[in-house]
């Protein structure tokens, strides 16, 4: 079946590192990829997305590649702030096969990241 | 810029109660879901709805579950009769085609007594 595996957190940084949260996932066909963001006591933000291999998704210094020959789907951040303190979520969009044509999220376990001054 | 919209933001309720969860989807948006995430869990799909009717739903969419669009804005989820574990945060999305990205709204966290 399919399924999103990310590394384990939490992670905790010092504002201006360099972020990589890993992510990869095992899935028929050729899935879109998604992260999704939750802040503190809010709900699930699309941060970025990509829908065929080799494309990469960026919004707000966050970026992310569809590799497909390693399956994977890291999201890296050049320089972290405080404000990016969050839950991050890797994410993939699958139909079902029962022909309805609706698609399905599968996420991962989640990250949490907390960025310190 | 439009938003998915849910109410209430906290329920409590009784065991063996029955609850309804309401979500306002955006307004041009044709594809509707429920997903929860108990705490400390990764998010799950429940179901998704098309064209007013399911169209896929996951092992734990039992038949204590239900979902209705009563009218042209809203969309609930029933649960008829509360168990301790249906406990979580619950979360409506809505798309406005299948393979696109999902909005979700903020969430309504269950909490069954």
């Known amino acids: 079946g399919n399924s999103v595996t990310q590394m384990e957190g939490p992670v905790t940084l010092s504002e201006e590192a360099f972020l990589t949260i890993n992510c990869t996932y095992t899935a028929t066909g050729y899935p879109s990829l998604f992260w999704y963001v939750q802040y503190p006591g809010e709900g699930l933000q699309l941060l970025l997305k990509a829908t065929k291999a080799d494309d990469k998704g960026s919004n707000k210094g966050f970026e992310a590649t569809y590799r497909k020959e390693t399956t994977s789907f890291h999201l890296e951040k050049g320089s972290v702030q405080v404000s990016d303190s969050a839950v991050y979520f890797c994410a993939l969009s699958h139909s079902s096969y029962s022909g309805a044509g609706s698609y399905q999220l599968t996420f991962g376990k989640g990250t949490k990241l907390s960025v310190i001054p | 810029e439009p938003e998915v919209t849910q109410t209430p933001s906290h329920q409590v309720t009784q065991m063996g109660q029955e609850v309804i969860l309401r979500c306002v989807p955006i307004s041009n948006h044709l594809y509707f879901y429920w997903y929860r995430q108990i705490l400390g869990q990764k998010v799950e799909f429940l179901v998704s709805?098309?064209?007013?009717?399911?169209?896929?739903k996951s092992e734990i969419f039992d038949d204590q579950f239900s979902v209705e669009r009563p009218d042209g804005s809203n969309f609930t989820l029933k649960i008829r009769s509360t168990k301790l574990e249906d406990s979580a945060m619950y979360f409506c999305?809505?798309?406005?085609?299948?393979?696109?990205?999902?909005?979700f709204g903020p969430g309504t966290r269950l909490t069954v007594l």
């Open positions: 999305a809505s798309s406005w085609d299948s393979y696109n990205e999902q909005f």
């Open positions: 709805f098309y064209n007013n009717e399911i169209s896929e």
